[in-house]
């Protein structure tokens, strides 16, 4: 008998209007595999559908832009911000819902952290730290940024609105706002990279606003039942070793802000390292923890979750509601069918999975 059927993983969960099958989902991971154009192929329809036919009950998709007026972070990255582009994105979909798993858009905005525009916009004209990825094929430093203009402002967060829009009418079920790891919003979130002194700068209320204007004009984009959810991290892709030097207490201040602009579920990214190193904090208290306390939504725990201990307890202790897998996914797009019959899923490999 396999053991493994009585794990909660497999339970099924209500997000939203969206009655998942379990509680495993694929994380968002950078693939570069789209035309140079944006526009997604067919080698991302099968590589997306696979998951489905794996068995997770929901896909995250890789970060795609959601304007061409500078967000994108690299090339062969998808966008979706014309008519072909989201043609490609519709097959897509439509292929995964064939194997009755949902299907989500992060939509990302690169900001300073752009792999190849030399001319980019952050909150402020402060050069990232680290220097460009050659895997994404970046190259030397990182331009200086320019620091986004009141306008700059009204233009991303309606850059994002459209797409959610253009999200919604390609099929998908939902889109999650990134706001971590460093790209643009991250970037008003944190404090070397946000030194502003307008309503965008300073207090935490203030670093967030663009999270909750982005929500707000998305929720007059899309229909009723959309999902609208928002990634969260400590840690950068340029700065793995990065956390709050006020722990708990940044992350309360930080949740509470983000409660006010009614995310329908809270994803927390544990970039730099597994769940229980990057996501929990000297007080015994974790940053998803707080967020299901706080924000009163569900969240998605993220980071080493293939350990079926680790995501156990997360699970039975209400660290998190469901969980997001990456490089095991990566490694095996049928891990959950593998864990449910009790086969064993191939073995992760080195690649590309941010």
Same mark, same amino acid.
């Given at each position: 008998m396999n053991t493994e059927l009585n794990h909660p993983i497999f339970e099924p969960f209500q997000l939203g209007p969206l009655a998942l099958k379990n509680r495993i989902l694929v994380a968002p991971m950078t693939q570069i595999n789209a035309q140079e154009d944006g526009v997604p192929t067919k080698s991302m329809l099968n590589y997306y559908a696979e998951y489905a036919r794996g068995g997770f009950a929901a896909i995250?998709?890789?970060? $795609? +832009? @959601? #304007? #061409?007026?500078?967000? !994108?972070? +690299?090339?062969? /990255? @998808? &966008?979706? $911000?014309?008519?072909?582009?989201? !043609? &490609?994105w519709t097959d897509i979909v439509q292929a995964v819902k064939a194997h009755n798993s949902a299907i989500i858009c992060q939509l990302m905005h690169g900001g300073a952290l752009s792999q190849l525009l030399e001319k980019t916009i952050a909150p402020s004209d402060v050069k990232p730290l680290g220097v460009r990825m050659p895997a994404y094929g970046g190259e030397g430093e990182f331009p200086l940024p320019k620091a986004m203009t009141l306008e700059d402002i009204r233009w991303v967060v309606q850059g994002f609105a459209e797409a959610a829009h253009s999200a919604s009418k390609a099929g998908f079920d939902g889109v999650e706002i990134h706001g971590a790891n460093g790209y643009l919003i991250d970037q008003f979130l944190t404090d070397y990279t946000n030194v502003r002194n307008d309503r965008y700068g300073g207090s935490i209320e203030n670093q967030a606003r663009i999270i909750h204007e982005i929500m707000v004009e998305i929720r007059k984009a899309v229909p009723k039942n959309f999902i609208i959810g928002l990634r969260l991290s400590e840690a950068k892709v340029n700065n793995l070793s990065y956390r709050w030097a006020e722990g *708990?207490?940044? *992350?309360?201040?930080?949740?509470?802000?983000? !409660?006010k602009s009614f995310p329908d579920y809270i994803h927390i990214a544990s970039e730099g390292g597994p769940w229980h190193k990057a996501c929990v904090y000297h007080d015994g208290s974790s940053f998803t923890g707080l967020a299901k306390e706080i924000v009163q939504v569900p969240v998605i725990a993220n980071g080493g979750l293939h350990d079926l201990q680790l995501s156990r307890k997360i699970l039975e202790e209400n /660290? &998190? #509601?469901?969980?997001?897998? &990456? !490089?095991?996914a990566l490694s095996d797009p049928h891990w959950p069918l593998k864990i449910l019959h009790g086969k064993r899923p191939k073995e992760f490999v080195p690649q590309l999975a941010h």
């Open positions: 995250i998709t890789e970060g $795609v +832009y @959601p #304007d #061409d007026r500078g967000s !994108k972070a +690299y090339n062969f /990255q @998808p &966008g979706i $911000v014309n008519d072909e582009q989201s !043609k &490609g *708990a207490a940044r *992350a309360r201040l930080l949740l509470k802000e983000v !409660k /660290q &998190g #509601d469901l969980i997001s897998i &990456g !490089k095991a």
